[in-house]
Every structure is written in structure tokens, then in C-alpha cells.
């Protein structure tokens, strides 16, 4: 009977008539809170800056890998499924 009474309290509460039951939402401007081209185009050279600097790490780190690779397939004839059976 308790959570009968906590039941139609809530309800009570959350459901009253003349309630809006969507939240209100604003105009649709989609130009607004745009930045300047200034901006804009410092970001753009930031970001050609970071793409160019991992660019290069991924390049050094491939370049590292096919060393490595190479380097292995020199001292090891037979493939690692092999060598563990």
C-alpha cells in the first residue's frame, strides 16, 4: 500500500495537466556560432601541421617494421608455426 501511495506521488508530480511534456527548443540558425575565415584557415594549417608530423612517425615506424622484418627473415629460414610444432 506504501509504494501504492509513492506511485501516485510521483505521478502526481512528473504529470501535471497544462505540463509541457517536450523540452522547448530554439530556432535553427545554422550559421550562427561560426568562426571568422582567419580562424578557420589557422586551424586548417594546424591540423595539415599535426596530419603531416604522424605522417611522418607512421613512415619511421613502417620503415622500422620492414627492417625488423627483414632482419628476422634473414636468421629465421622456417615460418614460427613451424618452429613451435
Known sequence: MAS???LQAWINTHFLPGKQ?????RAFRP???NSTFEKRNE???AMATVKAKEKEM???????RQVCK???SKTNTLP???TVA
Open 4 to 6: 501504492n501511495s509513492n
Open 21 to 25: 511534456w517536450h523540452a522547448p527548443r
Open 31 to 33: 550559421k550562427a556560432g
Open 43 to 45: 586551424e586548417r594549417k
Open 58 to 64: 607512421k613512415e619511421e615506424k613502417e620503415a622500422e
Open 70 to 72: 627483414l632482419s628476422a
Open 80 to 82: 614460427k608455426a613451424a
